[in-house]
């Protein structure tokens, strides 16, 4: 099966959506498919999208444009020139929240790996609500598969989309092979508790940081993750660590270096990086809301994300049991690979080329 997979959202700093689009390209690849990997990119773009697939055996189809995105966003508006045109015949054309291209023929899908701009329009920027809406209500009215990367946000994309089941199909995300619990361990000169997030109002840090000075000066709080939108959070607290953005290399370090790991998010549509703390042996704290419970299984000490007190307990629990949470949170982890992706896209793509 030829897949055209569209990879523009790599071309800038990777975030979930990006992670979760490697981890498909891994599994496709290690699953038979033959992928083609798409997208018109400024030169910049290009390099990080380059970056990114370093190592995965796909075909590259990557065109420099100035202006990129008014190119991407003219091109899902006119639907014309069909992406054959371009990419030659393909099985299937696996379009992303970035732009939705034309095609001649085959199987048309797309990810939807969460319904915030809709559910919760307050929580992101404006110029992501217009671009995902757009998306989302050709997704409902063109794509043959809509894939999400959790149950949960399969039924909201049920419920708000009013989408039918049978085009509905859940695969889902895995931490990447860097995370391992083997491996060099970061030291930050005193013991830490970690959170990465986007620094954005949905991935609640001020609740975390309070809940942080709850718990004396024993441990320190080091947070990473790019400046996201809206209100910044305040970092210039003591005991408070700001490394910014990391590669996953460092990330990895990091992990294994830290004593705990917090993820307070008030929503979220899998939950990336709880996978990745667990595969690389850190007792995990996340948000008791039900939109974690597939990426948490039974493995995490889950808190209200609306509760400093609460998540501060969390830590402390964990902090107490971290020898079984480690445990259990491996075991859960493992329980989810990039093949396992891979070979559901490949299921879904299948049964709807056997409907046309």
Not at 269 to 276: D, Q, R, S
Not at 304 to 319: G, N, R
Request: glycine share 8%; with cysteine; hydrophobic share 45%.
């Amino acid at each position: 099966m030829r897949v055209a997979f569209d990879v523009a959202p790599l071309s800038h700093t990777r975030s979930g959506v990006g992670n979760y689009i490697l981890c498909a390209l891994r599994g496709l690849v290690e699953s038979g498919a033959d992928v083609v990997a798409f997208a018109p990119v400024s030169l910049r773009g290009k390099n990080s999208v380059d970056d990114a697939l370093d190592g995965i055996d796909v075909e590259r189809r990557l065109s420099v444009l100035p202006l990129a995105h008014a190119w991407r966003t003219a091109w899902s508006r006119l639907q014309r020139p069909a992406a054959e045109r371009w990419l030659g015949n393909f099985d299937v054309l696996h379009f992303s929240d970035w732009m939705y291209p034309p095609q001649r023929g085959g199987v048309r899908a797309t990810t939807i790996h969460d319904l915030v701009p809709l559910r919760f329009p307050e929580w992101t920027h404006g110029r992501t609500v217009r671009m995902h809406a757009a998306k989302y209500r050709h997704a409902a009215r063109a794509a043959h598969v809509i894939v999400c990367n959790s149950a949960f946000t399969a039924d909201e994309v049920q419920e708000l989309l009013d989408v039918e089941t049978a085009r509905i199909h859940v695969a889902y995300p895995a931490p990447a092979p860097v995370f391992t619990r083997d491996g060099e361990r970061a030291d930050l000169g005193r013991p830490y508790a970690l959170t990465v997030a986007t620094l954005e109002p949905r991935k609640n840090l001020e609740t975390l940081l309070d809940a942080h000075e709850l718990l004396g000066d024993g441990l320190a709080l080091a947070v990473v993750g790019a400046a996201g939108w809206g209100a910044q959070p305040r970092l210039d607290r003591p005991g408070v660590i700001r490394l910014g953005y990391v590669d996953d290399e460092e990330l990895a370090r990091l992990y294994r270096g830290t004593s705990v790991f917090a993820y307070p998010s008030r929503f979220e549509g899998f939950g990336i990086p709880v996978l990745e703390a667990m595969a690389s042996g850190v007792p995990v704290v996340a948000s008791a809301h039900r939109s974690l419970d597939e990426a948490c299984g039974d493995a995490a000490v889950r808190a209200d994300p609306q509760s400093s007190e609460a998540i501060a307990a969390a830590i402390e629990e964990a902090l107490a049991r971290r020898g079984e949470l480690v445990q259990r949170g491996f075991a859960h982890a493992a329980r989810f690979t990039s093949r396992a992706t891979g070979e559901a896209l490949l299921a879904a793509y299948a049964g709807a080329a056997a409907r046309l």
